[in-house]
């Protein structure tokens, strides 16, 4: 099975927007990103049982909506996780 787990971008005005390690969303004026643990680590156990992953952190990777949505369509996932 070919799996998506992916951070779609948020644009605002208020900044860039994170996830802390705690879960709890905020908005940043400068862009901080802190490594996703737990999707990271399910995302690493799903390839260990055999399956297709892509991570697709957009906001980290700074994404436009337009590029976020190009590269996972060219995935062609089976199931995608957004968190």
């Given at each position: 099975?070919?799996?998506?787990?992916?951070?779609?971008?948020l644009?605002?005005?208020?900044?860039?927007?994170?996830?802390?390690?705690?879960?709890q969303?905020?908005?940043?004026?400068?862009p901080?990103y802190i490594f996703?643990?737990v999707p990271a680590?399910a995302?690493?156990?799903?390839?260990?049982?055999g399956?297709e992953?892509?991570?697709?952190?957009?906001?980290?990777?700074?994404?436009?909506?337009e590029?976020?949505?190009?590269?996972?369509?060219?995935?062609?996932?089976?199931?995608?996780?957004?968190?």
């Open positions: 099975m070919r799996i998506a787990i992916a951070y779609p971008p644009k605002s005005e208020k900044g860039v927007a994170l996830l802390t390690q705690n879960r969303f905020q908005w940043f004026s400068r901080t996703p643990v680590t995302a690493t156990m799903l390839k260990k049982a399956h992953v892509l991570f697709l952190d957009g906001i980290a990777s700074e994404l436009s909506p590029a976020f949505d190009s590269k996972l369509a060219a995935f062609k996932p089976d199931l995608v996780v957004l968190a």
